[in-house]
């Protein structure tokens, strides 16, 4: 089978005589039909990461096709079109049992601590497929996963329907999140500095775009809302934007930090107890697929207009080099096989 391993940074070679993994009971085989680069794998080509050894094949956003189940399976079948949650938790610690395996002391994620899709068959627990139907397409089942962060994100935040929001960064999870949001029917301001992305974001159903190259945030989004946005989320990931999103909130606003940034923040204590502020954590996902593919099912969200590029397995060294050198308008890139 073909397998695409990262061998140092920079490079990606495709083995086309990489063995079938093999097996066991409650696992379940899936061949790989289409894999979304996501903006981890990005930062792992580009600059490699502590807790990815390699060689290394990742990608954690797939769909493909069962091909084979060990004993005991029952969610999945041979046939069934499947997704897959990427997160592996030990199950056992008081974290886990607490229902709440995405933040386990040990937990795991495909194409980083372990292989991942970038290659024709994976093998894993079948507890961890979710079957979807023919109507969707691979590649707009890829992006189930994205819009599980998003789902996450929105579940942590408490987002209903008269709150207002802000989101920062309109790439693929700001515009995962902005979709959801509108999916519930709040109020949403979102920013970027590239404008194809902020078309996007409007043709979504922003209900305000605003470019930081052109314009303050800050500004804007008190002239759009008055005294302040109810949730505000750093889609970017980064210690600045997410300090700066104390400037941007309403009495009793929760902000949702995403951020792996290992930079400190300065916010002053007291800007968050006189307003009585909640600063949330939000990270991957918690059993969020089943809402996601009700989503996509019913098409409350439109997975297919994110997908900016598709390229075939063996030009994933080039997918991975255009997507490195900045393109303004890519949102997701997918990896087909």
């Known amino acids: 089978m073909r397998r695409a391993r990262l061998t140092e940074v920079g490079k990606i070679e495709v083995e086309t005589a990489a063995p079938v993994p093999e097996i066991s009971s409650g696992q379940a085989l899936v061949q790989v039909k289409a894999v979304g680069i996501c903006g981890t ?3 792992i080509f580009k600059e490699g990461r502590s807790d990815v050894a ?4 990742m990608g954690h956003e797939l769909s493909g096709v069962v091909t084979k189940i060990g004993d005991g399976v029952k969610n999945v079948k041979p046939g069934d079109r499947v997704v897959m949650d990427p997160v592996i938790a030990c199950g ?7 229902g709440h395996p995405n933040v ?13 899709g970038f290659q024709d068959y994976i093998g894993v627990d079948a507890k961890l497929l979710y079957p979807f139907p023919e109507t969707l397409s691979f590649e707009e089942a890829a992006l189930a996963e994205p819009f599980s962060v ?16 802000v989101i920062i960064g309109a790439g693929t999870i700001g515009l995962c999140i902005l979709q959801a949001a509108k999916g519930i029917g709040a109020e949403v301001l979102i920013s970027d500095i590239e404008n194809k992305k902020l078309e996007r974001a409007a043709a979504f159903g922003a209900d305000r775009v605003v470019n930081t190259r052109e314009e303050s945030l800050e500004a804007a989004a008190e002239a759009f809302f008055p005294g302040g946005a109810d949730v505000i989320i750093d889609a970017v990931g980064s210690a600045a934007l997410t300090q700066s999103a104390v400037d941007l909130a309403a009495p009793c ?4 930090v995403l951020a792996f940034d290992g930079k400190n923040m300065e916010i002053p204590p007291v800007r968050i107890t006189k307003k009585e502020l909640e600063l949330i954590g939000s990270r991957m996902n918690c059993g969020r697929f089943p809402e996601v593919l009700e989503w996509m099912k019913t ?14 397995v063996e030009e994933i060294q080039r997918a991975f080099e255009d997507l490195a050198s900045g393109r303004g308008d890519a949102v997701k890139t997918i990896i087909r096989f």
């Open 299 to 312: 098409r409350a969200i439109r997975p297919e207009q994110m997908i900016t590029a598709v390229y075939p």
């Open 41 to 43: 794998d990005l930062h």
């Open 104 to 116: 386990c002391e040990s937990v795991k994620c495909f194409g980083v601590q372990m292989d991942g």
């Open 92 to 98: 056992k610690c008081r974290t886990c049992r607490k």
């Open 253 to 256: 606003a929760r902000i949702a």
């Open 150 to 165: 998003a789902s996450n994100v929105l579940a942590r935040t408490r987002v209903f329907r008269e709150d207002r929001i």
């Open 54 to 57: 390699l060689p290394r094949v």
